[in-house]
C-alpha cells in the first residue's frame, strides 16, 4: 500500500500507474471480483484519496463521459458520494430520483431505464429496494450499470470503500478479526462486507439475535455469535448496522431500548474487544439504538467519518475502471 503523502502531479501519475480496466461491463456484487481485482481496485482507489486531499480535485478521466444516478430509495451520503465522484473525475452526471420521475406516474423501472438508456448515458448507478433491481437493468440498458444497493442483496461499493478505510487504518485487512453486528438479516451491507472480507484475507463474526440474523447465515464461513460480548471478545473491528426498521413488516424486536440494552454497542461492550480496536458504521445511525454517541464519535476508535472519506475515493476508482473499458473500444462491450 502507498498512502504516503504525494503533491500535484505526483498523484496524477500515481494514478495513472494504477489505471485498471474493470473485469466486466457492471459492478454488480463484489461476488465476481477475485483478489488481484479487489487489490487493483484498492491501490487506485488510494491514489485517489491523495488526490481529494487537495485543493484542485478535478481530473478528465471521465471527460465527456455522462454518468446518471438513478435513485428510487432515499439516500444522502451514497448518492452525493457517486456524484461527487463522478464530478470530480470530469463527467457530466445527473440524478435522478422517483418523486421527481415518471415514475410516480406509473412509469416501470425497466421503462424508466429504458428511456434513460435511449438518452446514451455511460455509467448507471442504481438504489432500489427490490433485491436482484440493478442486475435487471444490466440486462436491458447498454451502458455500465453500478448497484448502489438493491434490498436487502448486495451494497458492493460500500464494501469496497470499508476495505479501504480497514487497509489504511491497519496497513492490511488480512489476518483482522471483523465483528459485523446487529440487523444483518435485512443488510445488503452485510452480505458485500462478508464476501469482500473473507476474499482479502479477514475472519468475520456475525453477531445479532436469532430473529436478525439470516437462516443460511452459518453456511457463509463465518461464525455466528448470537451474544454481543462473546460476539466481540478479541475482534480487531466492530462493523455496526443500522436496525433497518423500514425492512420490517413485524416486530422483529421487542422495542428499540431493549435492543440498545443488549446489541447497542457502548464503551462496556467495546471493552471485550482487542486493544486498538475501531468501529464502523455505514451510515446513516441510530444513535441509542445501535450504537452509542459516545463511541460513535470518540475519534480514538471510530473511523465512521474516514468511511465517508473513503467513499468518493473508491467510488472513484470503480467509475474509472469501468471507464477504461469503454475507452478501450469494442473488446469492452462484454458483461
Ligand atoms: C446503507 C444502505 O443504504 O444500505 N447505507 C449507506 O449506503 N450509506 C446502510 C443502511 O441504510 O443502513
Redesign the pocket.
Known sequence: MDSAPRDGSDIEQLIAERAFRFPSRHFLSVAKLTRPDADALLNLADAFVGLNRRPEKKISTLRGHTLVNLFFEA?T??QSSFELAGKRLGADTVNMSPRTSSMTKGETLIDTAMTLNAMKPDILIVRHSASGAADLLAQKVSCSVVNA?DGGHE?PT?ALLDALTLRRAFGDVAGLTVAICGDVLHS??ARSNVGLLQLLGAHVRLVGPPTLMPSGAADWGVEVFHDMKAGLRDVDVVMM??L?LERMDGAFVPSTREYFRYWGLDAEKLAYARPGVKVMH???MNRGVEIDSGVADDPAVSLIQDQVEMGVAARMAVLASLAARLDNGPAAGGV
Open positions: 439516500s451520503r451514497t444497493g451494497h460500500q445488503r451491507v448496522l443500522r433497518q455505514p451510515g446513516p
